[in-house]
């Protein structure tokens, strides 16, 4: 893993045995699990437990078969702290193209998309690694779009798993599903404008204000949540067009408590 040339090359044996401040009560200054000694005769920095910077300190990555001066011991694309955290071999560097968790990708590939080599689901929502990579969904979130739907539930219904908002109406996937709406379509009481409570709000209004468009009074308090808000229901016979036309609702300017906030 490491050889006479890189401590010599490094210029650090020479140097650290005059004055160069390691712990004379301790025998590993810098904790590595390298006595510092043994670190003059490697030529790796006893007062830096990572000497080449690659995450994986001095002493494990020796352990490990690597070596302390490269971050990628065999130049396979993975660096050694990478793959020792993963039980892959830092000095093998076939194990490239080989797939440790049999999800159809490499470990190579796992690496450079972000997700594990020992988990063929690495995110947890149903959806392998594989597949998620394939079909655009991330394999280390859930819920690629944040909409609230983690990627097997889009699947499974549907929608799209990296546009949040499937029909393009304003209202996310995730909370049209939790307010029985349809995330695939955007007409009549399923789209923005919709008002399937009678409640004088639309869709789009109620999402904005957090209440609920299948709940007239979704606070439970004996008003609308359309009066609460500055709307009200204006008594009408039969033939008055207006109220026909709004369904009987208009917004109105009411002085309102100004703390009060939505």
């Given amino acids: ?124 929502d149903g959806r392998s690694d594989y597949v998620e990579h ?12 944040g909409d609230g739907l983690d990627d097997m539930d889009e699947y499974r219904r549907g929608t799209s798993g990296t546009d949040p908002d499937s029909d393009h109406d304003g209202l996310p996937d995730g909370w049209e599903v939790k307010c029985n709406l349809n995330p695939r379509s955007s007409d009549g009481s399923y789209g923005a404008s919709g008002d399937p409570d009678g409640d004088g709000l639309t869709n789009a209004e109620e999402y904005a204000l957090g209440t609920h468009p299948r709940q007239k009074d979704t606070d439970g308090d004996g008003l609308d949540d359309g ?3 500055g709307c009200f229901r204006r008594r009408s016979a039969e033939d008055d067009e207006w109220a026909d036309s709004t369904n009987g609702w208009t917004a109105v300017a009411v002085e309102t408590d100004p703390d009060w906030k939505a």
Wanted: charged share 30%; hydrophobic share 25%; no cysteine.
């Fill in 134 to 145: 394939n079909y655009g969904t991330s394999p280390i979130l859930a819920d690629t779009d």
């Fill in 227 to 229: 009066e609460e808000v």
């Fill in 1 to 124: 893993a490491y050889d006479e040339e890189n401590a010599i090359s490094s210029g650090l044996s020479l140097g650290f045995r005059f004055g160069t401040g390691t712990n004379p009560v301790d025998a590993d200054t810098d904790g590595d699990g390298l006595n510092d000694g043994d670190e003059f005769d490697i030529g790796t920095d006893p007062l830096d437990p990572d000497t080449d910077d690659d995450g994986l300190e001095d002493g494990p990555e020796i352990a490990a078969g690597a070596s302390p001066f490269r971050s990628d011991t065999d130049n396979d694309g993975m660096p050694d702290a990478w793959e020792v955290r993963y039980e892959l071999n830092p000095n093998y560097r076939y194990d490239a193209s080989t797939d440790a968790d049999h999800d159809g990708l490499s470990n190579l590939l796992e690496y450079q998309i972000g997700s594990s080599p020992r988990d063929a689901d690495t995110d947890g």
